[in-house]
């Protein structure tokens, strides 16, 4: 048995024995079992990536040709300073129909694409299936 | 405080005492049900494992096993399950007094590959709650195709092409291609011929060379991509299907192949590029109309004959209006030439716009 000294420092070493063990729980059990939450990243598969303010220069030159895939209020708080590509969310819009000889004309141009911060544009895919030599821009921070 | 944490870890101290007692309780009065010496019930399989050997994949095969009660009260087979959906048990009857018998019908899909399941067969032997049988098979593939469809790759227009796909039984069994059937495909001359390799007597072969010949004749798409019917009399290949793909080339190409985006400029100014368009089988030809079907500011301005007609250089020139937005413009050109066939070019061209 313990003295009635000795049982304040034997609960205060359990009880930080316990904080310790569930910190390291909530640390390890998320990636053990994969049942956690977390926050959007933006998709991104692209292999190139090019700073955002050669990509700029590129772009004035006539040299490559951005693409804006972030929400509308990004774009509008933060505009591409010389114009960018803009393409409609759905996938079966008609407006896809008037960028076509655009994107086809691009074939062999780099296209940089400046990405939503979180979450996916639906139309990255199709960007995608279209063959073009495509760059993700990394954005200031 | 320290007198509410003392309370506490008495509690706890007493539940992990009657958690221990209960399961002490629990355990010893099983025991003593056991060793009563009661009836009981004991289920025995004759030969608990079999092997299929090989048989080709997607065929149903069956087995049929024997399940006695040795024991000495009645045996009740309570659940019956297998460890894959690809086996499907079956059983007689699920209550067998003592010394009787009953069968458990194993259904298996066979898979490709090396395979094996398990039939778990659940019931009141206290000895052996879980009986299992094992099943194991060895898939192999109905037909194997070498390689796995028709490739032709980038063809030009009158140039005659072949491609083998080779077939073979799985089982190794000689069959007899009874048809082979192609959908009509437009502007593209195609002859098959299937021959069999080393064939018996009565021409069958357990391997099949199909052989594809084509010849595009006309321009009306750019890409082909078709599938070949098979019937034979094999059992187990009665229909097959041998997918095949070619791309083909169009008859006037571009030299140097030029960025159809001309890059930038600024409104009231031009851009100008010279392209250069040639025959793909150096025959002559003549441009007889261009014509831009998006957007006017895009104009061939020059069109000069090369080569005694075999190439051309167009000089295409990009107009930008003085008022003209911020923006991107583009536009497909068509292009007629007077070309037997495919005289008919429609490439994309872009300019960026920069009002600043």
Known sequence: ?141 | MAESDAIWKWVLLALVITGAITWLVLQSASIKKLAAGDPRPRIFIDRDTHDFGTVMSGEKVTHRFKIHNVGDAPLILRKISASCSCTVPKVERTRLPPDAASTVEAELTVRTGRRSSRIYIDSNDPDQPRAIIQLASEGIKTVRMEPSGFDFGEMRLGQTASSTVRLTAGDGEPFRILTTKLPELKGIEVTIVARPLEPDADGRSARWDLALTATPRDHLQSEFSFTLDVSTDHPAIRKHKVEGYCTLRHPLQWIDEPRHFLGVARPGKNVQTELILASDNNATFKILETLPLHDDAFKIIKIEALDEGRRHRLTLRAEVPSGAPQGFRATRLRIRTDLPVANILEPSFSIHVLAR
């Open chain 1, 1 to 141: 048995m313990s003295s009635p000294a000795e049982t304040p420092r034997t609960l205060g070493l359990g009880a930080l024995l316990t904080v310790a063990g569930l910190t390291a729980l909530s640390l390890v059990m998320p990636s053990a079992t994969g049942l956690h939450a977390e926050l959007s990243k933006p998709i991104n598969l692209l292999t190139q990536t090019i700073n955002y303010s050669l990509a700029m220069e590129n772009s004035r030159g006539g040299l490559a040709v951005i693409v804006d895939l972030r929400p509308t209020d990004d774009r509008n708080k933060n505009p591409v300073p010389d114009g960018a590509v803009i393409v409609p969310e759905q996938s079966d819009s008609p407006e896809w129909e008037q960028l076509t000889p655009l994107l086809e004309s691009l074939e062999g141009t780099p296209v940089y694409i400046i990405f939503p911060a979180s979450g996916e544009h639906p139309a990255y895919s199709k960007l995608r299936s279209l063959g073009l030599d495509l760059w993700s821009v990394e954005m200031p921070r």
